[in-house]
C-alpha cells in the first residue's frame, strides 16, 4: 500500500500528524498551520481555513484531507469529497476528546503506538491539574465588537477543568458579542487569537469592565486542541494560580 498524502485544513492537527511521524506524508497546509515551523514551512500552503484554493489543493493529488466541524466549511469539505478519496472529520468538543482525536488519527494513518504515546502523555497532564478556586471569567476574541465564548466551546471546557466559569452562561451563538458595560466578573482574559490582543488593550478594559482583574493569555494553549493540548494543560495550571 502506497504512503498517504494528506492536505491538513486545521492548524492544531497539522502539529498533531507532525508529532504522529506523519510529516513526510503531508503535502498541504493552510497559512496558520505554523506549527512546528521548521518542518511545515516547506509543505505547499492551499490558502486559510476557510478560503480554500481547490485547484491547487487538485494538484497536490491528496488522498486524505484533515477536515474540522468549527474550523472549516460544510459546503467546503463536500466539494473535497468530489475528488479526494477520504475526507477524514474532526470535532473535539472539551480536553478529554483529545484522546479520541489522537487514536482517530493514529487509526486512521498506522500510527497507533505513537497515539497510545501521547494518550499517556495527555493523562498524566490531567493528573497534574490542581483544585482552584472558583473564578467568573470573560474570554474574549475579538475586539469592535467585542466578541466572547458559549458555554458550548471547547476553550470554556477547558478553562473549566480549572474551576474557571465562561460567562455568559448560556447563548445560542458559539461566538457572541457582548457589552462591556453589563459584565460582571473575578476576570477577564484577552486571548492572543483570532484577534491579537496587547498590552495596551488591558487598560483599556480594565476601564469598562470596573473591578476585574485583566491580563493577557496565550489562544494556542487555550483553544488548540491536538498534541498541543498537553502542553496547553500545564501552561493553565501556572496561570491560573
Same mark, same amino acid.
Given at each position: 500500500m502506497? %504512503?498517504p498524502?494528506?492536505?491538513?485544513?486545521?492548524?492544531s492537527?497539522t502539529? #498533531?500528524?507532525?508529532d504522529? @511521524?506523519? *510529516? &513526510? $506524508?503531508?503535502?498541504?497546509?493552510t497559512g496558520?498551520?505554523?506549527?512546528?515551523?521548521?518542518?511545515?514551512?516547506?509543505?505547499?500552503?492551499?490558502?486559510?481555513t476557510?478560503?480554500?484554493k481547490?485547484d491547487?489543493?487538485?494538484?497536490l493529488e491528496p488522498?486524505?484531507?484533515?477536515?474540522?466541524?468549527?474550523e472549516?466549511k460544510?459546503?467546503d469539505?463536500e466539494?473535497?469529497a468530489?475528488?479526494?478519496?477520504?475526507?477524514v472529520?474532526?470535532h473535539?468538543?472539551?480536553?478529554?476528546?483529545?484522546?479520541?482525536?489522537?487514536?482517530?488519527?493514529g487509526?486512521?494513518?498506522d500510527?497507533? %503506538?505513537?497515539?497510545e504515546?501521547?494518550?499517556g502523555?495527555?493523562e498524566?497532564? #490531567?493528573e497534574?491539574?490542581? @483544585?482552584? *478556586? &472558583? $473564578?467568573k471569567?470573560?474570554?474574549?476574541?475579538?475586539r469592535?465588537?467585542w466578541?466572547?465564548?458559549?458555554?458550548?466551546t471547547y476553550?470554556?471546557?477547558t478553562?473549566g477543568?480549572?474551576?474557571?466559569?465562561?460567562?455568559?452562561?448560556?447563548?445560542?451563538?458559539?461566538?457572541p458579542?457582548?457589552?462591556?458595560?453589563e459584565v460582571e466578573?473575578d476576570r477577564v482574559?484577552?486571548s492572543?487569537?483570532?484577534?491579537?490582543f496587547?498590552?495596551?488593550?488591558?487598560?483599556e478594559?480594565?476601564g469598562?469592565?470596573?473591578g476585574?482583574?485583566?491580563?493577557l493569555?496565550?489562544g494556542?494553549m487555550?483553544?488548540?486542541?491536538?498534541?498541543?493540548a498537553?502542553a496547553?494543560?500545564?501552561? #493553565?495550571?501556572?496561570?491560573?494560580r
Amino acid at each position: 500500500m502506497s %504512503a498517504p498524502r494528506i492536505v491538513s485544513l486545521v492548524p492544531s492537527i497539522t502539529e #498533531l500528524l507532525c508529532d504522529l @511521524d506523519l *510529516s &513526510e $506524508q503531508l503535502v498541504g497546509r493552510t497559512g496558520f498551520c505554523i506549527h512546528p515551523w521548521e518542518t511545515v514551512k516547506s509543505i505547499p500552503k492551499v490558502g486559510g481555513t476557510k478560503d480554500l484554493k481547490f485547484d491547487r489543493i487538485r494538484e497536490l493529488e491528496p488522498t486524505h484531507v484533515v477536515v474540522n466541524i468549527d474550523e472549516n466549511k460544510k459546503e467546503d469539505a463536500e466539494m473535497l469529497a468530489e475528488f479526494i478519496p477520504n475526507v477524514v472529520v474532526t470535532h473535539p468538543l472539551g480536553p478529554r476528546d483529545n484522546l479520541d482525536l489522537y487514536r482517530q488519527m493514529g487509526s486512521e494513518f498506522d500510527r497507533e %503506538a505513537q497515539a497510545e504515546e501521547l494518550c499517556g502523555k495527555f493523562e498524566a497532564a #490531567l493528573e497534574r491539574v490542581e @483544585d482552584r *478556586s &472558583e $473564578q467568573k471569567v470573560l474570554y474574549l476574541i475579538w475586539r469592535d465588537p467585542w466578541m466572547t465564548i458559549s458555554p458550548e466551546t471547547y476553550i470554556s471546557r477547558t478553562l473549566g477543568l480549572f474551576n474557571w466559569t465562561t460567562v455568559p452562561a448560556s447563548t445560542e451563538e458559539r461566538y457572541p458579542e457582548v457589552d462591556l458595560a453589563e459584565v460582571e466578573v473575578d476576570r477577564v482574559l484577552l486571548s492572543s487569537e483570532p484577534f491579537h490582543f496587547k498590552e495596551h488593550h488591558v487598560a483599556e478594559v480594565e476601564g469598562l469592565v470596573l473591578g476585574a482583574k485583566v491580563s493577557l493569555i496565550d489562544g494556542e494553549m487555550t483553544s488548540w486542541y491536538g498534541s498541543r493540548a498537553i502542553a496547553g494543560i500545564d501552561y #493553565l495550571r501556572e496561570y491560573t494560580r
